[in-house]
């Protein structure tokens, strides 16, 4: 068994959310920081003359609701217990949020979270999230060096994806190549070597997380802002903020003996990557898809880019994309990329990025950063 200790360096600002947004009722801004907290523990350190008047408010019907939410964050203010996390907030999100919260306004009030460990107060990307990027990256550079050398499969896998009509037939054909190429066609994940491969969760520290605005870049538009839609997400600092970069740790296991955990697996196991083929493979698919969307998007991408693909091509490096807008290139694997856009339209390439912009001039793409093995 192989460990490795890993560092990871966001190079842009990385979101690896819940799925879920917090709504105006868990959250209070103040000296320019979003504080979410747990109001139940707030109601339960409320002064009976406080909780008297709360529950008042709420009866009230809808014109008492603002009042009643006022009330709720002013004692949750005052009641640092019950706090979950603190983090600051970009300034296009704290008027934004400032807004909402005085207008009652659900919808521009939602905030997007990153997973968080509410005893240790930090919050969390997961390994599952690492490790789905690894075997993307694998999947995309077996499959493109077998395109190379292999005319016949080339033709076979190309009139096969030609040959749906709709985004969930395509998901199944998906399923069958990565079948095919990591399980040699084993329905069975039990099967499949790249459960050997372990990643650990990485904790990232409340200083190091933000709050702000994404917006959408369409391709060839500057401005790009879609004015009125209303995305607020937690992210994690980075070098693109030209402030020091976190410099986060997690595990790497590559069981690769481990040949007793189930019968007649032995053949299988040559397929469990090792450490070197793991690095090769996110530098060809990482690199290609940077140095692809720098180009179709120069607004997002400057010249120290060039610095961090040198970086990453050093030995025990390697780029990686990791999160919400990553976009289907990064996800997808080279050479037989082909997707639905929103127009039902079949597209090898996006027309449009998601992008953060902490201060409301600069660009910053989602998801990039610099992994080491240490």
Not at 113 to 129: D, H, I, K, M
Not at 246 to 273: C, M, N, S
Request: with cysteine.
């Amino acid at each position: 068994m192989a460990v490795y200790t890993c560092r990871l360096i966001p190079l842009t600002p990385i979101h690896v959310g819940t799925g879920e947004t917090i709504a105006l009722e868990d959250y209070f801004l103040a000296n320019g920081r979003l504080t979410r907290f747990h109001p139940p523990a707030v109601l339960r350190a409320m002064s009976e003359a406080d909780r008297k008047r709360y529950l008042a408010l709420l009866g009230g019907g809808d014109t008492n609701m603002g009042d009643a939410l006022k009330l709720l964050r002013q004692c949750a203010q005052k009641t640092p217990d019950a706090w979950i996390y603190s983090i600051e907030v970009g300034p296009a999100s704290r008027q934004s949020l400032a807004e909402a919260l005085d207008r009652i306004d659900t919808r521009r009030g939602e905030v997007h979270p990153l997973f968080w460990n509410e005893l240790t107060r930090q919050a969390v990307l997961p390994g599952s999230a690492i490790k789905g990027a690894l075997r993307t990256a694998l999947l995309s550079a077996a499959v493109a060096g077998r395109l190379s050398r292999d005319s016949h499969w080339k033709q076979t896998w190309e009139k096969k994806l030609s040959g749906e009509d709709n985004s969930k037939a395509l998901a199944r054909q998906a399923e069958e190549l990565e079948r095919e190429i990591f399980r040699r066609n084993e329905r069975d994940l039990e099967w499949d070597p790249f459960r050997f491969i372990k990643v650990s969760d990485t904790a990232v520290p409340a200083e190091m997380v933000r709050l702000d605005r994404a917006r959408l870049l369409q391709q060839g538009k500057e401005d790009g802002a879609a004015g009125k839609i209303q995305m607020h997400f937690e992210r994690t600092l980075s070098a693109s903020d030209k402030s020091p970069a976190p410099q986060l740790e997690f595990t790497l296991v590559i069981e690769k003996d481990e040949k007793a955990w189930h019968e007649g697996i032995g053949r299988y196991v040559q397929g469990v990557p090792t450490r070197d083929w793991l690095l090769k493979s996110l530098r060809f698919h990482f690199i290609t898809r940077a140095i692809g969307e720098a180009r179709r998007f120069p607004s997002l991408y400057s010249d120290v880019w060039k610095s961090w693909i040198e970086q990453a091509k050093q030995p025990n490096c390697a780029l990686i994309r990791l999160g919400r807008f990553s976009h289907f290139e990064s996800l997808s694997v080279e050479g037989l990329r082909r997707t639905l856009d929103r127009r039902d339209r079949w597209i090898t390439e996006g027309t449009s990025r998601t992008y953060c912009t902490p201060d409301g001039t600069s660009k910053m793409p989602f998801g990039w950063a610099l992994l080491q093995l240490v």
